[in-house]
């Protein structure tokens, strides 16, 4: 799906690729500056690289003085703010194959460093009515066309981008939770305490990622818009091994679950997706089918599962 | 100059000298207050999780004393305002009242927000990064907006009195007093000009304030009610806060009046009069008040819709005690009392006052919390905090450290402005308050 990424790639991975050093065709000036002052005696491979000064001259340094250059972070916010070019990303969940086997939870809080308590996707079991079946229902941040908590937020820090993806910048974020009033879905979740995360030296905060958590401040799903930069799934779909996330693009019609790739509209119309709770007007970009024809009995999904999860759905009943 | 000296010192009676009681009251406000302070290092400290609030009841007790303390001062000034304008002739006795509930609500209001606000540190974002979509940057411009009309209000309302103060010449107080009075009463000397100047400023602020703090609460109001929660989307919210607004704001001004009645010995000037005259307003208001919760509560119940029924059901069961105080008792109970003549005592209609503004705080409470209790997805969870809230010592002890300091206000201003207007008793004709 993300054939042409090379075309597509940002002002920030760009400046990855400065700090591999090879084809690269201008230096920014920070990095430019760090480059030519050192002067500290250093082991010398020899090897000597091309690159192209700020002022626009071609200059010749040795390959061993050449460092990454650091992220800098108003550039990666920024491209955190544009996100993707011409994208639209939308999530299909099959309720039919889902049994809360909870491996997206894990790879999300694992990929997030988030505290075990919190739960950008989360799992419930519902049951619409006395007379009809209970089911597994995953539940991602629903990354709204028309999103209640972007337009409710008094400072800018949640926003919508091109591409679809609503995101949390938790360096702007003032903890005030109208967001999370403002939620329908109750997808947002706030760092009641310190999390105390610790992130590698060096580590310039991303709102793709949202690492690390704030205390004070809000997270939420960011559908790994890191992972789509660099072309791949995102964790959670990657992780499960159900095959029930499946991810893509709209525009490009097509959406894979990491096993099998299939159009959108197609699976729209064979297996009659919905949106949760169309009525509300947010319009969500997470569809859903129907948990039809399953794969399992809802019970498997309480098979060999800690209490303190299990306990969760002891009373559930029709709403 | 008898009725002067007499006006004076009995509206002034903690100015000169400060009694034993007005320390020991102080001290122990103090007190309260310091033990919120303490409770906020240590959600400061620790982090919210001090507090009852988790991630679906994510508004507790500080977003309903914000919505509380907001209407105490909207309501002030909208008594004030309409008292004002249409020349009442008994509320001379109790307007200085109204506006320094205005006043002082006012800046104490606010404070819930921000203990409310996760980065207190980044409060200034609101300004430097506002969005105007969103209902809190209404709501910041607001608040500012009324803080600075009813200051103006308020002031404009002492001048006169800092003149009598400044040019009476047996007041003993602190050489710095008698400075400040000079001061602020920017050099009135009643010339017919003056008093002309300033009688028309006063009633253009007051019908500026009635117009803004209808607007202001409408505002708070709407951060409710242009959500798409359950309970709390609702075209009736604006008008319905503001009325409830006016209610609890006559409610405290009812208390008020009893409480300095007794402490400084106003009998003379505050009457039963004015308490059944105030009473009969509380009831007029505890009608329309009443009229629009069940209004907003029937449509509600009597419609189908599953999260309206979800809500309704939580309300007649886990709430049902506070429901029926809160939306029955707090309404009916004043409005009886106060409506049959035989009822009708200081005491009474002050305990019924007591009623209406306790009902009408635990009628916020249950807006605001229950309808986060049922959120759409059901809440499927082990923790019980989780669950449901409760608040914890860190928010009760902000809370009465929120009224501890309301009255401590109340008090430092009794030592260096009269408590009730002198200008505005002086032009009263004596006879009529004493009938």
């Known amino acids: 799906m993300e054939k042409n990424e090379n075309s597509k790639s940002s002002r920030r991975n760009f400046l990855r690729n400065v700090g591999i050093g090879v084809g690269a065709v201008s230096v920014t000036g920070v990095a430019g500056a760090n480059l030519l002052s050192r002067n500290e005696a250093s082991t010398k491979s020899g090897k000597m690289v091309k690159l192209l000064s700020p002022d626009g001259s071609l200059v010749e340094v040795d390959q061993s003085d050449i460092k990454p250059a650091k992220e800098i972070q108003s550039e990666v916010k920024s491209a955190a703010k544009s996100g993707l070019p011409n994208r639209k990303f939308a999530m299909v969940v099959d309720l039919s194959k889902c049994a809360n086997a909870r491996a997206c939870v894990d790879a999300c809080q694992e990929g997030h460093l988030l505290p075990k308590d919190h739960e950008w996707m989360k799992i419930y079991m519902l049951q619409d009515d006395n007379l009809t079946a209970k089911y597994w229902f995953p539940r991602p941040c629903f990354h709204c066309d028309k999103p209640m908590c972007v337009s409710v937020c008094p400072v800018g820090a949640t926003y919508k981008r091109p591409d679809g993806i609503v995101l949390v910048d938790n360096q702007r974020c003032i903890g005030c939770k109208f967001c999370m009033t403002g939620c329908p879905y109750s997808a947002r979740v706030f760092n009641w305490k310190d999390p105390e995360v610790e992130v590698p030296e060096g580590h310039v905060y991303d709102p793709e990622t949202n690492i690390p958590p704030v205390e004070g401040t809000v997270g939420k799903c960011v559908f790994c818009a890191d992972k789509l930069r660099n072309g791949e799934l995102p964790r959670c779909v990657s992780a499960c091994p159900m095959g029930v996330l499946y991810f893509g693009d709209l525009l490009e019609d097509t959406v894979t679950n990491g096993v099998e790739t299939v159009r959108f509209s197609k699976l729209m119309t064979d297996r009659a997706g919905y949106r949760y709770k169309e009525e509300l007007g947010t319009l969500p970009c997470v569809y859903y089918l129907p948990p039809s024809n399953r794969e399992f009995p809802v019970e498997t999904g309480l098979d060999g599962v800690d209490e303190s999860i299990s306990g969760r759905y002891r009373n559930v009943g029709p709403r | ?435």
């Not at chain 2, 039963?272 to 069940?294: D, E, M, S, W």
């Not at chain 2, 009224?403 to 008090?411: E, I, K, N, P, Y």
């Open chain 2, 1 to 435: 100059m008898e009725t002067d000296k007499k006006l004076i010192a009995d509206l002034t009676p903690e100015i000169e000298t400060t009694s034993i009681k007005w320390y020991i009251t102080f001290f122990v406000l103090l007190a309260v207050f310091v033990v919120g302070i303490y409770g906020l290092i240590q959600q400061i400290d620790k982090g919210h999780i001090v507090t009852g609030m988790r991630d679906n009841v994510v508004w507790g007790f500080y977003i309903v004393n914000f919505i509380f303390f907001m209407g105490l001062s909207y309501s002030g000034a909208l008594i004030s305002g309409v008292l004002h304008l249409f020349h009442t002739s008994w509320r001379k006795p109790i307007i200085r009242m109204a506006e320094l509930i205005t006043v002082i609500s006012l800046i104490i209001g606010p404070f819930f927000i921000f203990f409310c606000i996760g980065r207190l540190d980044r409060l200034h974002f609101l300004f430097i990064h506002p969005r105007i979509q969103s209902p809190i940057t209404w709501d910041v411009i607001a608040i500012l907006t009324d803080l600075f009309g009813c200051f103006i209000y308020l002031y404009l309302s002492f001048i006169e009195d800092f003149a009598i103060l400044r040019d009476y010449p047996y007041l003993n107080v602190a050489p710095w007093k008698k400075k400040l009075y000079r001061i602020l009463s920017l050099g009135f000397t009643g010339t017919e000009k003056q008093r002309k100047i300033l009688a028309n400023a006063r009633t253009v602020m007051a019908a500026m304030i009635i117009a803004i703090a209808i607007i202001v609460y409408s505002v708070l109001a709407w951060i409710f009610g242009v959500t798409l929660q359950p309970g709390w989307h609702s075209t009736i919210f604006g008008p319905y806060f503001v009325i409830a607004a006016v209610f609890s704001g006559t409610g405290l001004l009812i208390i008020l009046m009893w409480i300095f009645r007794r402490v400084y010995h106003l009998e003379e000037y505050i009457t039963k009069r004015h308490f059944v005259n105030v009473g009969v307003l509380l009831t007029i208001i505890a009608a329309f008040y009443g009229y629009f919760t069940f209004s907003d509560y029937l449509t509600k119940w009597y419609g189908s819709i599953k999260m309206d029924s979800i809500l309704i059901d939580r309300l007649f069961t886990d709430y049902y005690s506070m429901f029926i105080f809160a939306n029955y008792v707090g309404i009916l109970l004043p409005g009886i009392i106060i409506a049959f003549p035989k009822f009708r005592s200081i005491p009474s209609i002050t305990v019924a006052a007591m009623i209406a503004l306790t009902a009408l705080w635990v009628n916020r409470y249950i807006i605001v919390i229950p309808t986060l209790e049922t959120p759409f997805l059901p809440i499927q969870d082990i923790r019980p905090d989780w669950i449901s809230y409760s608040p914890t010592w860190v928010e009760w002890s902000l809370t009465l450290a929120g009224v501890s300091v309301f009255v401590m206000l109340f008090m430092l201003i009794s030592k260096i402005a009269p408590i009730i207007s002198i200008s505005e008793m002086q032009e009263e004709d004596k006879t009529e308050i004493l009938h």
